[in-house]
């Protein structure tokens, strides 16, 4: 299995920017995806979830209103829209997949990405 996370990595405050992760060696429409960011000196916290079909999303506090999860199930993808950054969305966002319903907790998630840096400048 292999998630692959690619977007541009660094944007000003306030600016935009979207991540995709696309997947390979599994049937993508059977997991809901999330992605978590860790910034330094940080843990890993839960950004945003889709389940498999997208008929639902969960996201952080943090990042209401302002990041919203899709999926195209046809492509095996999922994105992460981020509008409105801040310097605090500063972090490695990873993408994750997970067959069962624990949709924002670390542990849920059964196969990670190796990570992207996003940096957002004040």
């Known amino acids: 299995v292999q998630l692959q996370a690619c977007g541009v990595g660094l944007v000003q405050a306030g600016g935009s920017l979207r991540l995709s992760c696309a997947a390979s060696?599994?049937?993508?429409?059977?997991?809901?995806m999330g992605w978590f960011r860790q910034a330094p000196g940080k843990e890993r916290e839960f950004v945003q979830a889709?389940?498999?079909?997208?008929?639902?999303?969960y996201y952080a506090d943090s990042v209401k209103g302002r990041f919203t999860i899709s999926r195209d199930n046809a492509k095996n993808t999922v994105y992460l829209q981020m509008n409105s950054l801040k310097p605090e969305d500063t972090a490695v966002y990873y993408c994750?997949?997970?067959?069962?319903?624990?949709?924002?907790?670390?542990?849920?998630?059964?196969?990670w990405g190796q990570g992207t840096m996003v940096t957002v400048s004040s």
């Open positions: 889709i389940t498999w079909n997208g008929d639902r999303t």
């Open positions: 060696g599994l049937t993508f429409s059977s997991y809901a």
């Open positions: 994750a997949a997970s067959r069962g319903s624990r949709y924002t907790a670390y542990r849920g998630y059964d196969y």
